[in-house]
T-cell receptor, first 112, second 113 residues
Framework: KQEVTQIPAALSVPEGENLVLNCSFT??????LQWFRQDPGKGLTSLLL?????REQTSGRLNASLDKSSGRSTLYIAASQPGDSATYLC???????????FGRGTSLIVHP | DAGVTQSPTHLIKTRGQQVTLRCSPK?????VSWYQQALGQGPQFIFQ???????QRGNFPDRFSGHQFPNYSSELNVNALLLGDSALYLC????????????FGEGSRLTVL
């Protein structure tokens, strides 16, 4: 059974800092990994999708990397802004399964 | 290009009642998945519909049922509501037999009193 862990659970930083959010998974036979952002009481917004054959994906100030052998993905946020404040979740889909397993998320606060 | 839409956005029910939540997938998508998210938790998978059939089901009781229509929209029904069913219910859509990127709606917030 795939287990997904996100550390830290919460993070508070001043504006402008570069951040790294971590996602660990127990089964390295993954199909893909997707990062999401969730604002309070809202749905999930897709940020980046990394296929199993890829090492990283970039979108604007966001960069996600994938290391299957160590069971880790990191989401790098450059030059953080107050608007980045949200909960960030990763979802890992194992090969042979249609359904991803979600972590509990990292709650990020970027203060001015 | 319309994204995933869900209705209603909020609703309040009492224990023992029944509720129906609705979801329209993103244009071009044919697969719909339903998730339950309690406060401070990650989404928990309920079931997935593809080609109008339940393709996979998570660890939820039979009180939770669903349906997918020919236009790919979907409903989630919950019978005999319990206080513990209070949560944000999320619908996600994707394309194809081999689901790739998931897109979520804004969710339906259910409160059971």
């Amino acid at each position: 059974k795939q287990e997904v862990t996100q550390i830290p659970a919460a993070l508070s930083v001043p504006e402008g800092e570069n951040l790294v959010l971590n996602c660990s998974f127990t089964d390295s036979a993954i199909y893909n990994l997707q990062w999401f952002r969730q604002d309070p009481g809202k749905g999930l917004t897709s940020l980046l999708l990394i296929q199993s054959s890829q090492r990283e994906q970039t979108s604007g100030r966001l960069n996600a990397s994938l290391d299957k052998s160590s069971g880790r993905s990191t989401l790098y946020i450059a030059a953080s802004q107050p608007g980045d404040s949200a909960t960030y979740l990763c979802a890992v889909r194992r090969g042979g399964s249609y359904i991803p397993t979600f972590g509990r998320g990292t709650s990020l606060i970027v203060h001015p | 290009d319309a994204g995933v839409t869900q209705s209603p956005t909020h609703l309040i029910k009492t224990r023992g009642q029944q509720v129906t939540l609705r979801c329209s997938p993103k244009s071009g998508h044919d697969t719909v998945s339903w998730y339950q998210q309690a406060l401070g938790q990650g989404p928990q998978f309920i079931f997935q519909y593809y080609e109008e059939e339940e393709r996979q089901r998570g660890n939820f009781p039979d009180r939770f049922s669903g349906h997918q229509f020919p236009n790919y929209s979907s409903e989630l029904n919950v019978n005999a509501l319990l206080l513990g069913d209070s949560a944000l219910y999320l619908c996600a859509s994707s394309f194809g037999r081999d689901t790739g990127e998931l897109f979520f709606g804004e969710g339906s917030r259910l409160t059971v009193l």
